[in-house]
């Protein structure tokens, strides 16, 4: 198993590389962020992502419909002319 760095290597260029290593890497301000953190905490952040709040809005198409099993019921026994 793979000892955990060590807080004083933890800086900027190690973020970007752990964020790079685990995504899609950061913009420089989530990598600051990420430095902020430490490197459990930074970590801990990316593996344990549920509680991270997001404030990107769900787009209306992704969005439940509660009656999105009744529409399908009624199209299944549509007549054609329906």
């Known amino acids: 198993m793979p ?3 060590s807080p004083t290597r933890w800086n900027y ?3 970007a590389h752990l964020l790079n290593r685990a995504g899609f890497g950061g913009t ?3 990598i600051a962020k ?4 430490g490197p459990e905490k930074a970590v801990d ?3 344990n992502f549920e ?3 997001d404030a990107t809005a769900t787009p209306e198409w992704a969005k439940v419909d509660p ?3 009744k529409k399908y019921q009624e199209m299944r026994s ?5």
């Open 28 to 30: 420089p301000a989530e």
């Open 67 to 69: 009656d999105r099993f």
């Open 45 to 47: 952040s990316l593996v």
């Open 51 to 53: 509680g991270v709040l």
């Open 34 to 37: 990420l430095v902020e953190f």
């Open 78 to 82: 549509a007549t054609p002319e329906q």
């Open 13 to 15: 260029q190690t973020a």
């Open 3 to 5: 000892k955990p760095i």
